[in-house]
């Protein structure tokens, strides 16, 4: 049978019953009628849900919860049911335990999907507060009902929904962005149009300092200048008092880019500063910083760790950013070299270097598979290589570049399990094992993202 034909049997508010058998990596809860997926949301796995289909596709459909017929005993039910509704924490209504637990599993599915069955996943790491863990937001500015209104779009639309309490984020970041919009729209100032492409601001941008409180606030707008710039810079410095920096992003572009690369600062610094892990770290607007420096804390300790250094090694960081691994394993081994493509971040990798006085540590400005390729033609042989890439992982170009490097060890943070197991099948077949049980980090409690250590060795029979 077809999916057409199965389609044609499913139809647009008709309701059904059955058992969810899994979560999306959107966190919607999947059951199938006469195996054609229907994925719903607040639905976890185990529960018998009668459902209200919303809408049919060519090859699956989505549906709402009319009924729960069942339970399931790892619900917990949140007073913060927006988050599900936004897309922001879809997991909110699942124990945390549970979290854990599923989010183990995951990997474990993803290296079975790719053939690779005899590795093993300690439990996830976890956090002690699970919520308000967040150290920067970037929250979507639109006008509703007349009034400048910041919130989260709900899930797969341009409706905005009005929140002042994001759950995840430091409170004092969801107070400073309730602040900011009220002052914005006293002096009426407008807010970006995606239709008719008229208005300024598009966004507002907080990070604050874990350790110093330092924050950064950056107006993302489609204009160079601010109408009464001035008094909505002094307004916003006497009614944040940890302000440090207040800068305004010109971005003018129709993309789905939130920040631009032009940045001007209207008071206080360029950038914020942070500590991890002893070191001091400098953070510009467009810097990439984990969001969660609880857990990054653990993240970068506990990978330096398993990679087992030695003062001779030479160590490459790729995906370097602002220096936070490298810089935090410099004192372990005899050098670090470090490649990033952004070149700004880059900029604030030599300044952090310079800051803790690391002399055995150097920054690239280059596209890492790029500068892999070139490092394996230049027979380069670094003994350690760190990876911490992006969410769509390596490239096949550098992973074969690591194999004609062949540095003894190959350590990898992967921020999607998918990528890491697709990848974890190239970097075998180039002569690697994974020697050590893979670590999960619960760097993003209440979603369905999760971050892990796998270490790889140089296959001595190769």
């Known amino acids: 049978m077809t999916s057409k034909n199965k389609q044609a049997k499913l139809q647009k508010n008709q309701e059904v019953e059955g058992e969810v058998i899994d979560i999306t990596y959107e966190g919607l809860g999947v059951l199938k009628v006469d195996n054609f997926p229907i994925f719903v949301t607040d639905a976890l796995p185990g529960e018998l849900v009668k459902v209200g289909v919303t809408k049919v596709l060519n090859n699956y459909a989505f549906g709402r919860v009319i009924e729960r017929i069942k339970t399931s005993p790892d619900r917990v039910e949140n007073e913060h049911k927006e988050m599900i509704s936004s897309g922001i924490a879809p997991l909110v209504n699942l124990k945390y335990d549970a979290q854990l637990a599923f989010k183990q599993n995951q990997i474990k599915e993803l290296f079975h999907k790719v053939g690779i069955d005899d590795v093993e996943i300690t439990e996830t790491i976890g956090m002690d507060n699970p ?247 230049k027979g380069i042989k670094p003994d350690v290589v760190f990876v911490d890439p992006p969410r769509k992982g390596l490239t096949s170009e550098l992973i074969q570049s690591v194999g004609l490097m062949a540095p003894k060890k190959f350590v990898y943070v992967s921020c999607n399990p998918a990528t890491l197991a697709r990848d974890a099948v190239e970097l075998i077949e180039q002569g690697y094992k994974i020697t050590r049980p893979i670590v999960p980090i619960d760097q993003f409690p209440q979603t369905m993202h999760i971050e892990s250590i796998t270490i790889f060795e140089k296959n001595d029979e190769n």
Do not use: C
């Open 131 to 377: 919520t308000q863990y967040r150290n920067k937001t970037v929250v979507p500015v639109k006008m509703q009902d007349g009034k400048l209104t910041t919130g989260f779009y709900r899930r797969g639309s341009h409706k905005l929904v009005p929140m002042g309490d994001y759950y995840l984020n430091d409170p004092k970041i969801d107070a400073a962005v309730g602040v900011v919009r009220d002052i914005l729209d006293k002096y009426k100032v407008s807010a970006y149009d995606e239709t008719t492409r008229e208005g300024t601001v598009r966004y507002v941008m907080i990070r604050r300092g874990y350790y110093s409180h330092q924050m950064m606030l950056v107006i993302v707008a489609t204009k160079i200048e601010l109408p009464h710039e001035k008094e909505i810079i002094d307004e916003i410095h006497f009614a944040l008092p940890e302000l440090r920096s207040l800068i305004l992003n010109y971005n003018p572009k129709q993309t789905n880019v939130q920040l631009g690369l032009d940045n001007r600062t209207l008071f206080g610094e360029d950038v914020i500063h942070d500590e991890l892990l002893g070191l001091d770290f400098v953070i510009s607007p467009n810097s990439f910083y984990q969001v969660n420096p609880q857990t990054t804390e653990i993240l970068y300790k506990k990978a330096a760790d398993m990679a087992e250094l030695d003062k001779n090694d030479t160590v490459i960081d790729a995906y370097s950013g602002i220096g936070t691994i490298g810089l935090t394993v410099a004192d372990r081994v005899k050098e670090v070299i470090g490649v990033e493509v952004v070149e700004p971040a880059v900029e604030n990798a030599q300044i952090n270097k310079a800051a803790n006085n690391i002399q055995n540590a150097e920054f690239i400005a280059n596209d890492a598979p790029t500068q892999f390729i070139e490092w394996a033609k």
